[in-house]
């Protein structure tokens, strides 16, 4: 997976390819696949802060999705540290917001 990762992290360099990552949630007491495939993209040589805009902002962008504004909805994951600088933080939210109500904390 890593190779075609690889593959497909160079042609998003290039301008010939959107990398965008999967963070699709399973079902229950399954957790989302965004922190291992941010990790892996990294691990391919796409820059954290892209990895992290693929499973995010430009995802959202790609699917026609609007950014965040007054009104909007918009749910929130909260972190100690910078995942763009820090991937590994992806996979410990200190807090996630869903639907305007918290349903985790550390």
């Known amino acids: 997976m890593l190779r075609e990762l690889g593959a497909a992290a160079q042609a998003a360099r290039t301008g010939w390819a959107k990398v965008l990552a999967d963070w699709r949630v399973g ?5 989302a696949a965004g922190p291992s495939c941010t990790r892996a993209l990294v691990a391919a040589g796409v820059t954290p802060h892209d ?6 902002w430009s ?5 026609g999705l609007g950014g965040l504004e007054p ?10 540290r910078d995942p763009r ?13 869903l639907r305007g109500r918290c349903v985790r904390r550390r």
């Open 27 to 31: 079902g229950a007491g399954r957790r």
């Open 71 to 80: 009104g909007a909805p918009a749910d929130a994951v909260v972190y100690d």
């Open 85 to 97: 600088g820090d991937p590994d933080q992806l996979a410990d939210p200190a807090a996630v917001v």
């Open 51 to 56: 990895a992290l805009a693929a499973a995010s």
């Open 59 to 63: 995802a959202r962008e790609y699917l």
